[in-house]
């Protein structure tokens, strides 16, 4: 796979495409961070959206298919990544997969993720700073209330995000109502620290692998343990290889401070949730179990749905349609 790009013509190029029509113009300047770019498929494009801070954020942008839309009224679906991950791991399936049934897809790279800009400070930013950067962009740049999809630690800024929506009119001027929200592998409402502990005591060898992967970024230099983290065990090794590169070179700083992000937990209960969720699960997860899973469907009173024969990455995995088509048919049960 060619993957050389000349920045000098990378926003030309992009942005002139005309099956994807953006109502925004990108920042004329933008030096491109990541060492290993991201080729974007057709009838996607990559803009910056400049937050109340000054600092850019990228968004991988595919308009939804008007032929598939017809006269049914598709919400906007908004997507949140988890740590060493960036807009490019939903453009990779699920944005083609969402946008040929109607949907116009947003992608967001985190502050010091991706393209996006690095903000002055050793970690990228916290729950709140991360789910109100999110939040500017909705009601800056999305039209109608749309729907949330968040992966992993993305769906804990997700959750941070809802317990802000509600009756309190300050915080509805500073979070747009929400459609709907999707929670895929999510970290649970607790944080990470009981998933650590739990297969500390039931699998240590596991515990050791995650932390190694994980806390040491192991997964960084060795395939076979990038491959158990992430993806399912039959993903072919240049697959995994291209992935460990990109996830490399997405995190150029850490999306929290897990120490002070823990304190911070749990996310504040909503009494009266004012949006349907979905929480999805991965049979073949290393990182979230099935009890992460469940803590997490309980605490929005909804019934969990585990997706069989996927991993945590289940939006990169060799069989990234099963979540994808879970979501759709979801998303379809919301019009009705």
């Known amino acids: 796979m060619a993957m050389a790009v000349s920045v000098s013509s990378f926003h030309t190029h992009l942005l002139n495409r005309s099956n994807c029509k953006v109502s925004w113009r990108p920042l004329a300047v933008h030096n491109m961070k990541m060492r290993v770019p991201y080729n974007l498929k057709q009838g996607q ?20 298919s008007e032929k598939e839309r017809g006269n049914v009224e598709c919400p906007p679906l908004v997507f949140v990544h988890g740590s060493y991950h960036a807009a490019w791991c939903w453009a990779q399936h699920w944005l083609p997969f969402f946008s040929a049934s ?34 500017n962009f909705i009601d800056q740049k999305i039209k109608s209330p749309p729907v949330l999809l968040g992966h992993s630690f993305g769906g804990l800024i997700i959750q941070y995000y809802i317990s802000n929506l509600g009756s309190d009119k300050l915080k509805e001027n500073l979070y747009p109502k929400l459609r709907g929200a999707v929670l895929a592998c999510s970290v649970p409402p607790s944080g990470n620290s009981g998933l650590v502990w739990r297969y500390l005591f039931s699998n240590p060898i596991a515990a050791f ?13 060795s395939l076979s343990l990038c491959r158990e983290t992430f993806f399912s065990a039959t993903m072919e090794d240049h697959v995994v290889k291209r992935y460990q590169e990109l996830m490399k070179e997405s995190s150029r700083m850490p999306l929290f401070d897990l120490r002070k992000l823990n304190a911070s937990l749990p996310v504040p209960s909503v009494p009266n949730l004012p949006l349907e969720v979905l929480v999805l699960g991965a049979s073949n997860d290393f990182i979230v179990d099935a009890e992460g899973l469940k803590e997490t469907a309980k605490f929005y009173g909804v019934s969990p749905i585990c ?11 060799t069989s990234w349609e099963k979540g994808a088509e879970v979501i759709l048919s979801w998303l379809y049960g919301l019009d009705i």
Request: charged share 20%; hydrophobic share 40%.
């Open 45 to 64: 494009c990559r803009i910056f959206h400049e937050l109340p801070s000054g600092l850019s954020m990228e968004v991988i942008v595919q308009k939804g």
């Open 307 to 317: 997706v069989e024969g996927v991993a945590h990455d289940m939006m990169l995995d």
């Open 209 to 221: 692998k995650v932390t190694r992967s994980l806390a040491a970024k192991g997964f960084q230099s």
């Open 102 to 135: 109607g949907y116009d897809c947003y992608a967001l790279s985190l502050l010091g993720q991706g393209e996006s800009d690095a903000p002055a400070d050793s970690v990228a930013g916290t729950l709140q700073t991360h789910a109100r950067d999110v939040a």
